[in-house]
Each structure stands twice: as structure tokens, then as C-alpha cells.
């Protein structure tokens, strides 16, 4: 998708894509990363996004231009040189590629830089922060083209009715892709009840209907298991699922995000809620509040009663907060942590290759579980059942 992108972007007919093969390489132009540069021997190694590796000569007759992200031609690019290449940035490398897609002398470079990617990368991420919102599908309504979904907020779930027009961009991950980049054109008679759901838009003025300009959807597979071995090296985490108690191995690829559940939120730093009183639970005894803690704890926007509460800012729920924890490595997780894990369906249903992993779950899950009935002990799995998490699909 990110080469259709940057060629379609340049105006370039992709015609010469071969059946089967890379769609990052045609016989006219290789699209990747730069994995390093040569500048004694005047050569650019890149990556593919498909993991193909293709060399670049260059030579005193190749032009280099600058072009921002997001750009549909070249009429705005600048002039730039070899020099001003850098490892990380990605490159367009026009030319006659090699029968075996190995090479390319390039007679013109196109670069976007990895700072101009950062940047215009954390204004989508913002964007869909600030107007976006995420769910469960319940319903589907192919008639009137209407969704339904369950919007977790601190108050409980909300059902969100989502209408869908002419000019809605709809995308579906690809079954085995945990990348947001790489969801596939779409269409609502692909949609199915279950699945997660990101949409783009607006509130309307029923606080129960969003107008939604992008729609991005997929099926995933959200369990929460315990940790018993950890393989840093081949990125694998095994598992005791909660409450079957089957064993997982969690796939922990580059793209993973990962991150870790303060317990600091389950002493009330999250708007009030209590470890084993789910969301609004009971205040502290003595009726006085729940501590505060410091301002990386409270999530942005959160005010009485917690965020999405009266006085939080509207559409801000558990995800949102979820997505705005630091992140960490696998060498971070420990044996005997509680984990959540979202990923794609796979082939294989005893092996997750993780989208998102949270750890130091076991507060998050007593907070959110019901309170057991008098005399039950509690049961770890309720809190994942009842949750409303839904962090399957990644902002962009």
C-alpha cells in the first residue's frame, strides 16, 4: 500500500508490477527504506516493504528532489543532493531495474525524510486521537448501511450508530498483516458483528451517531493470559490463557507495540475506579477521593468523574488511554505478568503474532471485572469479557 502510495503520489502509472512479485519493485522504479548508504562507492542500500533488499547505484547524472509527505506531484519538490540522504529516510529510485529485482542505477531519487514521515505520521495519529473513535461491531444494518458499535467509556458502554455513504473510505486489515499501513480498500458488505472498528469524523448532535469521513475495520482475536517463558531472541512469549488455562505462544514481530498497565491507576488514578468495583467503582473509605497521581498517570482530557465523564472530554475512553501509555520491549515483560494480547486471525489458533500487547494486566481486569456475587472468588477473565478493550487496530 505505501508504495502504491508514494508512486500514485509522484503521478506514476504502476503498470509494471509484476504478478506475484513485489509491489514495492516494478521494472522502472524500487521503493523502500534506506538501510544504509555508501558514499565512497556512490550506493543506497533499501528495504522494501514486502523485506526485499535492492541496491542503488548512483552516478554525477542522478537527480535527487524532495518531496513532502502527502505531496500528489512533483511540482513542489526541491532540489536536494546525495549529502542530504539519511538512513531511515525512503526513497523512490527511478530506473531500469534488474531482471532479478537485486538493483537499480538510478537516474532519479525521490525522498521523502524520516523527520517529514515522523511529523506528518504524528499529525494523522493526533487527528484520529481527536476525532476518532473505536469499538465492537453489534449490529449491521445493510439496508440503511448502518453500524452499530459498543464505545467503551468510563460511564459504561455506549452503543454508536455509524452511517455509511458514497463518500466514506472504508479499509479492512489484511488477515495477515498486524501493520495499519497495510489495510486493504473495503466495503460494508465485508463487515461483520465482532469484528473492531476505527472510524474518522465527527459527533453529530445526537451524541449516539457519528458521521464518519474513514472507516477502518478487521477481525481480531483479544485473550488475556498469564506468562510462563519468555524467548527474547525469537520474540515469542508462552502463555496460560486466564480461564481455559490453554497454552498460547504470543509472536512478538518488529511492529508489535507494546506496553505496560501502571498499578498505580488501580489505587484510583484512573478516574475513581477501584480494583475489583469496575469502572466508577467504589470511592475510597471516608468518602474522601481517589488519589490523583502525577499528570503521566491522569489521562489528558480527564475531569470529574473520570474522562468521557461530566467535565471529561467527550469520546475519551479505556483505548484511548491505553494508547497513550509509554511503550516498552519484550525484555520489559516478565515471567508470572498478566498480559492482554490483540492479533489478527491466524492459521494457527494456539500461535498470536501480537498487534498489541499490554502487561501488568491484572489491575486493569479487577478494575473492570464485576464484583463476584457474595462467597465467589473473584474470576481474573471476567474483567477481559466485560472490558469493551478493543485495541486491535493501532492508530496509523
Known amino acids: 500500500m505505501k508504495a502504491f502510495f508514494f508512486a500514485a503520489t509522484l503521478g506514476i502509472i504502476t503498470l509494471f508490477v509484476?504478478?506475484?512479485?513485489?509491489?514495492?519493485?516494478?521494472?522502472k522504479y524500487a521503493v523502500g527504506e534506506v538501510k544504509s548508504i555508501d558514499a565512497t562507492a556512490r550506493q543506497l542500500t533499501i528495504k522494501t516493504d514486502a523485506g526485499s533488499t535492492v541496491t542503488v547505484s548512483l552516478n554525477d547524472k542522478t537527480t535527487y528532489k524532495k518531496l513532502a509527505p502527502g505531496e500528489k506531484s512533483l511540482t513542489n519538490a526541491t532540489d536536494v543532493a546525495f549529502t542530504d540522504l539519511g538512513e531511515g529516510d525512503r526513497v523512490m529510485a527511478r530506473g531500469n531495474v534488474s531482471a532479478d529485482q537485486k538493483s537499480v542505477p538510478a537516474s532519479m531519487i525521490v525522498v521523502m525524510t524520516?523527520?517529514?514521515?515522523?511529523?506528518?505520521?504524528?499529525?494523522?495519529?493526533?487527528?484520529?486521537?481527536?476525532?476518532g473513535i473505536l469499538g465492537v461491531?453489534?449490529?449491521?444494518?445493510?439496508?440503511?448501511?448502518?453500524?452499530?458499535?459498543?464505545?467503551?467509556a468510563m460511564?459504561?458502554?455506549?452503543?454508536?450508530?455509524?452511517?455509511?455513504?458514497?463518500?466514506?473510505?472504508m479499509f479492512r486489515y489484511a488477515p495477515d498483516s498486524i501493520k495499519f499501513a497495510d489495510a486493504k480498500p473495503s466495503d460494508f458488505g465485508e463487515l461483520k458483528v465482532g469484528d473492531q472498528l476505527r472510524a474518522l469524523g465527527d459527533r453529530t448532535d445526537d451524541p449516539l451517531r457519528f458521521n464518519a469521513q474513514k472507516v477502518v475495520s478487521g477481525s481480531f482475536r483479544t485473550v488475556g493470559g498469564v506468562v510462563k517463558e519468555i524467548d527474547a531472541d525469537k520474540g515469542e512469549i508462552k502463555i496460560a490463557e486466564l480461564e481455559k488455562k490453554t497454552p498460547l505462544t504470543i509472536v512478538v514481530k518488529q511492529d508489535a507495540v507494546l506496553r505496560r498497565f501502571p498499578a498505580e491507576f488501580g489505587m484510583g488514578g484512573f478516574g475513581g475506579a477501584r480494583p475489583g468495583g469496575g469502572p466508577g467503582g467504589a470511592a475510597p473509605a471516608g468518602g474522601g477521593q481517589a488519589p490523583q497521581g502525577n499528570a503521566q498517570q491522569r489521562p489528558q482530557g480527564a475531569g470529574p468523574g473520570g474522562p468521557g465523564g461530566p467535565g471529561g472530554r467527550p469520546g475519551f475512553n479505556i483505548n484511548d488511554m491505553l494508547e497513550r501509555l509509554p511503550t516498552i520491549s519484550i525484555a520489559d515483560v516478565k515471567v508470572g505478568d498478566t498480559i492482554i494480547v490483540s492479533s489478527t486471525q491466524g492459521v494457527d489458533p494456539s500461535r498470536?503474532?501480537?498487534?498489541?500487547?499490554?502487561?501488568?494486566?491484572d489491575t486493569l481486569l479487577a478494575m473492570l471485572a464485576p464484583r463476584p456475587a457474595a462467597g465467589q472468588a473473584p474470576n481474573p477473565a471476567a474483567g477481559l469479557g466485560s472490558s469493551g478493550i478493543s485495541f486491535g487496530i493501532g492508530l496509523p
Open 18 to 27: 509484476p504478478q506475484g512479485g513485489d509491489p514495492n519493485i516494478t521494472a
Open 114 to 131: 524520516k523527520g517529514d514521515l515522523a511529523k506528518k505520521a504524528e499529525a494523522e495519529r493526533a487527528e484520529w486521537r481527536r476525532r
Open 137 to 152: 461491531i453489534t449490529a449491521l444494518k445493510p439496508e440503511t448501511k448502518e453500524i452499530t458499535i459498543t464505545h467503551r
Open 155 to 169: 460511564g459504561g458502554n455506549q452503543s454508536i450508530v455509524i452511517p455509511v455513504t458514497d463518500k466514506t473510505e
Open 352 to 361: 498470536l503474532t501480537a498487534i498489541s500487547l499490554l502487561t501488568g494486566a
